[in-house]
């Protein structure tokens, strides 16, 4: 799904021969012509629209334009951008992803880690990834659903990726009680504790703390 770089020679000319819209104008393909003095290779590489315009070249090549290995460098990191920015469009649409998530999947697909870093930064700009909407989202799905307690919560959206900021303002917008949360989960419990035994109710308090309730989410079961 990338390109790689061109190995450097003393004897090597790079030429830019053809520029053409694809995709509906969408993306340009760059035609290029790399003459090594004992072999030459056509190649060609596929950017957004969007990056082309910044590299100065004219939209119609009359005469063939020598470019540099750096120039060449630059465009062949955008053609792999572009590819990762095509393919985290595809794994997005299967479900919410953190920017650090998307990065990992991108770079297990092949793509550099500058790339794929710099490709979910993009989608997150253009609004493909909302952070924040969807930790909160998934925090009240573990409250509501799964009834953790904050701490629980707050652990687990940074397992999956999240920003310690974007894990506090997500549990932060919660608007529940978790004193109620944790009595939801007891009247779930098949066997419940004998909170009247102290040694049963201390082994509860010590599950539920696990669980990422506090003590002033369990008043009724502090110690007397």
Do not use: Q, W
Request: with cysteine; hydrophobic share 40%; proline share 3%.
């Amino acid at each position: 799904p990338h390109t790689r770089r061109f190995r450097r020679r003393m004897t090597m000319h790079i030429f830019l021969t053809s520029v053409r819209p694809i995709a509906g104008g969408e993306e340009t393909e760059l035609s290029f012509l790399i003459d090594g003095g004992d072999f030459s290779e056509r190649k060609k590489l596929v950017i957004a629209a969007e990056m082309f315009f910044p590299l100065g070249f004219p939209l119609e090549i009359v005469k063939d334009i020598e470019i540099d290995t750096f120039k060449f460098d630059e465009i062949s990191f955008l053609a792999d951008k572009t590819a990762a920015i095509k393919r985290g469009i595809y794994i997005l649409s299967f479900g919410d992803n953190t920017k650090k998530a998307l990065t990992r999947k991108l770079t297990e697909k092949g793509f550099s880690k500058e790339v794929s870093v710099e490709a979910a930064e993009y989608l997150a700009e253009m609004g493909y990834i909302n952070e924040e909407e969807s930790a909160k989202l998934l925090a009240s799905d573990m409250a509501e659903k799964k009834l953790y307690g904050p701490r629980r919560i707050k652990g687990a959206l940074y397992e999956k990726g999240f920003s310690k900021d974007i894990c506090e303002i997500a549990v932060d917008s919660l608007n529940v009680d978790f004193s109620k949360i944790l009595a939801k989960r007891i009247s779930k419990m098949r066997v419940k504790p004998d909170f009247s035994d102290e040694k049963e109710r201390k082994k509860a308090i010590a599950s539920f703390l696990r669980l990422g309730f506090s003590y002033d989410d369990l008043p009724f079961l502090k110690e007397r």
